[in-house]
């Protein structure tokens, strides 16, 4: 069992050990900059309107769900093995490489059926021979936003998505990266602070329909995975009846000296400007049982934006909770 030890938050030596995550955090606005635009410009430049786009990939739903509200035609994310069988010539293919992804059927059926084709992955990929260099936008290195947010401008210049600046979206992760790095202190740091918040308890996400909700599923992936303890995202509907069965808490009582079967819940929710009314129920029914509450929150600005910066917040509060939590002898 893992305890945390908000001591170690602010142990240089501890975080030096631990600074490859939080660099790779920190170092998300640089690798947007570095994102070469000009292939994207040039290949949306060259797409003529399709008949329907097919995405594949790591953020294809990202993708999806950023585009289709303004996109002229149907958009698809597909998450089968190679393309629908009713892909052609009249068709636009789009591929998000990433880690443990097979997209070399996808390719070779889009190029053998004629379809349009974008490939975003790093230049190294597998995917290089396979596909006509015209299509290929080529990256440093695999990064799912990265490559979500370069497809998008690419798209957005063909006009088939909303405009994306790139620079904004890397000043919008650098501003989260500046006040949640680790030379902030708790208590100026809100990262450090949420993570104290979730420590040694079981969090409950909720996000506000839309982009707000993948960000808390992703987020309480990142928890799961960095501390091992359970931390469940999902609607109202399915997180209500959780609070509504737990004891009150004693906010007071000592975790050690007074342990209790019964699961330690903490809930947090990530909403953006679009969805600023929704978790009420959730936020009055934890009250209630003197649960305690956190929130991340965005204003308003581009979609993809909004969920940068609720997601980076919940990554550097995920990154700290591992840092700190330490092995109980």
């Not at 660099?23 to 000009?38: F, H, N, P, V, Y």
């Not at 509907?237 to 000296?257: N, T």
Request: glycine share 8%.
């Amino acid at each position: 069992m893992r305890q945390f030890d908000d001591a170690l938050l602010e142990d240089d030596q501890r975080v030096a050990d631990y600074g490859d995550r939080l660099s790779d955090l920190a170092l998300l606005g640089a690798r947007l900059r570095l994102a070469d635009t000009e292939p994207c410009l040039a290949i949306g430049a060259n797409l003529v309107r399709p008949r329907a786009i097919i995405a594949l990939g790591a953020e294809a739903r990202l993708l999806q769900a950023v585009v289709e509200t303004q996109c002229p035609v149907p958009f698809v994310a597909w998450m089968l093995a190679g393309l629908p069988t009713w892909t052609s010539a009249l068709d636009l293919v789009v591929l998000l490489d990433g880690p443990d992804l097979e997209l070399t059927q996808a390719a070779d059926q889009a190029v053998r059926r004629g379809a349009q084709l974008m490939v975003v992955a790093p230049a190294d990929s597998g995917l290089n021979d396979r596909v006509p260099a015209t299509a290929m936008i080529g990256l440093g290195r695999a990064d799912p936003l990265v490559e979500a947010a370069v497809a998008l401008t690419s798209l957005a210049t063909a006009g088939l998505g909303p405009a994306l600046n790139l620079a904004e979206l890397a000043d919008a992760v650098d501003q989260v990266a500046a006040v949640s790095g680790p030379r902030n202190p708790l208590g100026r740091n809100p990262a450090k602070d949420l993570a104290c918040a979730l420590a040694d308890s079981s969090p409950l996400v909720w996000g506000a329909p839309g982009l707000a909700a993948r960000a808390a599923r992703r987020v309480a992936g990142a928890i799961r995975e960095a501390t091992g303890w359970p931390a469940l995202a999902a609607d109202e509907s399915a997180l209500m009846p959780l609070i509504a069965g737990s004891g009150r808490q004693d906010l007071f009582a000592d975790p050690i000296e007074q342990p209790s079967r019964a699961p330690r819940f903490s809930v947090l929710l990530l909403q953006d400007d679009a969805g600023a009314a929704a978790g009420g129920r959730l936020w009055r029914a934890a009250q209630a049982k003197s649960i305690r509450v956190e929130t991340i929150e965005t204003a308003a600005g581009h979609p993809l934006i909004r969920y940068a910066e609720m997601l980076q917040q919940g990554l550097f509060a995920a990154a700290y909770l591992d840092l700190a939590s330490v092995e109980e002898c």
